[in-house]
């Protein structure tokens, strides 16, 4: 069993930055398959980030197009931290931001935090 706790959500102005944190419990963090997930308001959920394994020692970061060149999600596995530096945010970025935890061999999340909310001011 993973538990994942966001933290570092607040309110920026358009332009600023943020960095969300998530923190896991449980064994084997580095082997999981690491994302971030926002829901806008009156919006579906929808994908922002990703760190796969890669089975290895490497990790591999996928974005989707609305974030690349502005959000990095990096690991620091001593830690059991997943982290999601967000820059340039924009209005649009504000939603709940939600970290997730997918094992090997599974093809969803399995796990997901409470989420922690992100307002962008215009």
């Known amino acids: 069993q993973v538990q994942l706790v966001e933290s570092g959500g607040g309110l920026v102005q358009a332009g600023g930055s943020l960095r969300l944190s998530c923190a896991a419990s449980?064994?084997?963090?580095?082997?999981?398959?690491m994302g971030w997930l926002r829901q806008p308001p009156g919006k579906e959920r929808e994908f922002v980030a990703e760190?796969?394994?890669?089975?290895?020692?490497?990790?591999?970061?996928y974005y989707a197009d609305s974030v690349k060149g502005r959000f990095t999600i990096f690991r620091d596995n001593a830690k059991n931290t997943v982290y999601l530096q967000m820059n340039s945010l924009k209005p649009e970025d504000t939603a709940v931001y939600y970290c997730?935890?997918?094992?090997?061999?599974?093809?969803?999340?399995?796990?997901w935090g409470q989420g922690t909310q992100v307002t962008v001011s215009s």
């Open positions: 997730a935890a997918r094992g090997k061999g599974s093809y969803e999340y399995n796990y």
């Open positions: 449980g064994p084997t963090f580095s082997s999981y398959d």
């Open positions: 760190t796969r394994w890669n089975g290895g020692s490497t990790y591999y970061a």
